[in-house]
């Protein structure tokens, strides 16, 4: 079974302009995640899709931001304009039942797609 | 606020050495806990959780972790390290609440280096 696939894996633009960043979750999971690790900080969350539906976006930064997920499968993530503190690497993680609850399943996460401002 | 902070950002440890990688939370209720690890070039994996009940789990590679309520604490644990587990590892918290069990707050990370 495949895993979470993330691209590009990296990523160089310059400030101003737009990336699309694509994860592709495992198979029949309802539940997507994006997290973000800025250059030595911790991981964070940004938001979470229950199939198309955003069910929590309160860690998006801002409104260059824009998640998608159409028709439930993969998602994306385009940063419009870029701006330098948007570096750092997203990652994507998916599960089949909500959250991480009992009786529901891990949170399986993607290799990550690095993003590098200029 | 909630927050989860892993004091070591580096420990360089030898083959076959012990390790305790420390984790301290700040939450408003006990919430579920998990340690990450994250190999160089993979995605991240879970090493163990717990949820209730016993408070030393058992993990995936040999590790576990125990949780102790009074010190708001869960510490991650190898008898005996072997090189491949190099890697950076994460200690994280989530909630109780159904359908928000995936928002996890993480720490920083502790980077791992194995002498031969």
């Known amino acids: 079974e495949a895993g979470v696939t993330q691209f590009p894996s990296h990523s160089v633009i310059e400030k101003g302009q737009t990336v699309t960043l694509r994860c592709d979750p495992i198979s029949g999971h309802d539940n997507l995640y994006w997290y973000r690790r800025v250059m030595g900080k911790e991981i964070k969350f940004l938001l979470h899709?229950?199939?198309?539906?955003?069910?929590?976006e309160s860690g998006m930064p801002n409104n260059r931001f824009l998640a998608e997920r159409t028709g439930g499968t993969y998602s994306t993530l385009k940063v419009q304009p870029a701006e330098l503190e948007d570096s750092g690497v997203y990652f994507c993680?998916?599960?089949?039942?909500?959250?991480?609850?009992?009786?529901?399943?891990?949170?399986?996460f993607g290799e990550g797609s690095r993003l590098t401002v200029l | 606020a909630q927050s989860v902070t892993q004091p070591d950002i580096h420990i360089t440890v030898s083959e076959g050495a012990s390790l305790e990688l420390r984790c301290n939370y700040s939450y408003g209720a006990t919430p579920y806990l998990f340690w990450y690890v994250q190999s160089p070039g993979q995605g991240l994996q879970l090493l163990l959780k717990y949820f209730s009940g016993d408070t030393l789990v058992q993990g995936i590679k040999g590790f576990e972790a125990e949780f102790k309520r009074s010190q708001s604490s869960f510490n991650l644990r190898k008898p005996s390290v072997h090189w491949s587990d190099a890697a950076e590892y994460f200690c994280?918290?989530?909630?109780?609440?159904?359908?928000?069990?995936?928002?996890?707050?993480f720490g920083q990370g502790t980077e791992l280096s194995v002498k031969p």
């Open positions: 993680a998916s599960s089949q039942a909500p959250g991480q609850g009992i009786g529901a399943g891990e949170l399986f």
């Open positions: 899709f229950v199939k198309e539906s955003k069910q929590d």
């Open positions: 994280a918290v989530g909630a109780k609440i159904y359908n928000q069990g995936g928002k996890l707050i």
